[in-house]
């Protein structure tokens, strides 16, 4: 399964039972951590998240909505006797600013801890599956987005084909691989007239905090799903502008021209206690988005 989990869609502050922004993103085996804003733990304890399935945390930006819950969860591994490695991406500072705070209390974690400083662009965690990408967005202080890219897949079996050839089992490997089969006479038969193609690779892109900016799109080309900070209506557009966030239409409009398959959109300001007019918004440019709503998980 490929999918995304909305732990927190709010902004800078709690409220309206929103949470600040943290997501779950599921790629089979693996589990990872989009930003850790306050009350992320809380969160996974309420959506039975399990936790120890994560091993690698991205944070988007050291704005403390998307932060400041990460020293709890980080204790709260060593107290609940964690032992595997964890990893954490970040833009410099933060493996000082988590040493400072565990300092007064001489708390020691159980296990191993990485912080992984992100200074440029460019892949941060290849695994034989999934990659992982950053890219900067604009903020008022160094910010990020993560692509999750599933990579591609071997050729499907034609097995309508492999039986009218009568090709053994222990062929399949090789088929998927790529290669031609031989028959015993010496015939081959290509590949192609034995395997279908595989399903296109999914993506995910997650969009941090950021003023209207093109240059994401083409961070985001073709994206399965993309979340986009919509933190304002279209009405406050110039708050959004001093504020250095986005608006609705403006979240929707980078999706159109990434060419985006659906658009998620969150962030979303306290003054908002209902977000039907938001949804509207963004729907008006792009018909295919959705609230970043707590506790859905979305299929990529």
């Known amino acids: 399964m490929f999918a995304v989990t909305i732990l927190g869609s709010n902004s800078a502050l709690p409220m309206h039972n929103r949470h600040p922004t943290s997501q779950l993103v599921q790629f089979g085996e693996y589990q990872f951590l989009v930003d850790c804003g306050e009350g992320t733990q809380m969160q996974m304890n309420r959506f039975k998240i399990k936790r120890n399935r994560i091993r690698h945390i991205f944070i988007s930006h050291l704005h403390g909505d998307h932060y400041f819950g990460l020293p709890g969860l980080l204790a709260g591994y060593g107290l609940n006797g964690r032992t595997e490695d964890l990893w954490v991406y970040s833009p410099p500072m933060l493996k000082e600013i988590i ?20 200074e440029k662009g460019g892949i941060l965690l290849d695994e034989p599956s999934i990659r992982v990408k950053c890219f900067p ?58 395997t279908l193609p595989p399903d ?14 093109e240059t994401i799109a083409s961070h985001c080309r073709d994206v399965s799903l993309l979340y986009h900070e ?3 209506l279209k009405s406050n557009y110039e708050k959004a502008k001093r504020h250095m966030h986005s608006t609705t239409q403006e979240a929707a409009t980078i999706a159109k021209k990434a060419n985006a398959g659906r658009l998620i959109i969150g962030h979303f300001s306290s ?21 970043a709503i707590e506790g859905v998980t979305y299929l990529v």
């Open 200 to 213: 296109a690779p999914r993506s995910y892109a997650f969009c941090a905090d950021t003023l209207y900016d």
């Open 99 to 118: 040493e400072i705070q565990f300092g007064p209390s001489d708390t020691v974690l159980p296990y191993p801890l990485h912080f992984v400083s992100i």
């Open 137 to 194: 967005v604009s903020h008022s202080v160094p910010c990020w987005g993560f692509l999750f890219e599933e990579k591609e897949k071997q050729p499907k079996l034609n097995m309508e084909k492999l039986a009218q050839y009568q090709i053994p089992a222990t062929d399949f490997r090789r088929l998927k691989a790529g290669e031609d089969f031989i028959t015993p006479e010496g015939k081959i038969i290509p590949n192609g007239e034995l």
């Open 271 to 291: 003054r908002y206690e209902t977000l039907d007019n938001l949804l509207t918004e963004a729907r008006e440019i792009f018909p295919n988005t959705d609230l």
């Open 230 to 232: 919509a933190t304002y």
